[in-house]
């Protein structure tokens, strides 16, 4: 009978080493995703960049100049159907990763004295202006393109 007791106690005890291991590791992973997200945010509330916005006419001068860095914060398959010239695709979805990746494009495009600006499907559309608050967040100035992707292509203005 004794036996029998510890040829049954042994693979229990070993399902729990396991548990217990994975559960260790899960806690390990978890830590360590909650420093990063601690650290990434640190960097990302210390911005002070501001949020404005930029009317057509203003934007059309800039972006002819090459004065400019556009980005498109509708969803991708919107970009995909068709997006203003030279413009990155940058989604609210995560977009404080896409931001942190394009970090040296950005300051890249700040030193060349360029303006960054963010357009969205129309003026209702939020997307454009939650964007540029993620940027000002990281310290980068924005401004919302009035009217959007509508108002360009309105104005007969080209399109990729």
């Known amino acids: 009978m004794i036996r029998t007791k510890k040829t049954w106690l042994i693979p229990i005890l070993g399902l729990l080493t396991i548990h217990?291991?994975?559960t260790h590791r899960r806690a390990a992973l978890q830590t360590t995703e909650k420093k990063v997200a601690a650290k990434r945010d640190a960097a990302r509330l210390s911005g002070r960049g501001?949020?404005?916005?930029?009317?057509?006419?203003?934007?059309?001068?800039?972006?002819q100049s090459g004065k400019v860095l556009v980005y498109d914060a509708r969803p991708g398959f919107f970009y995909h159907l068709g997006h203003l010239p030279a413009a990155i695709h940058l989604p609210k979805?995560?977009?404080?990763?896409?931001?942190?990746?394009?970090d040296e494009d950005i300051k890249a495009a700040l030193a060349a004295q360029k303006t960054i600006v963010v357009y969205c499907t129309n003026r209702l559309c939020p997307d454009a202006r939650t964007v540029a608050i993620h940027l000002a967040d990281f310290g980068y100035s924005a401004a919302v393109l009035?009217?959007?992707?509508?108002?360009w292509k309105e104005s007969g203005l080209p399109t990729e």
Do not use: H, N, P, R
């Not at 009317?55 to 800039?62: E, H, M, P, V």
């Not at 979805?93 to 394009?102: V, Y």
């Not at 009035?146 to 108002?151: I, K, M, S, V």
């Open 93 to 102: 979805s995560g977009c404080d990763e896409k931001i942190t990746q394009q």
């Open 146 to 151: 009035e009217g959007g992707w509508e108002t």
């Open 20 to 22: 217990s291991c994975a």
């Open 50 to 63: 501001k949020v404005t916005s930029i009317s057509l006419t203003d934007f059309y001068a800039l972006q």
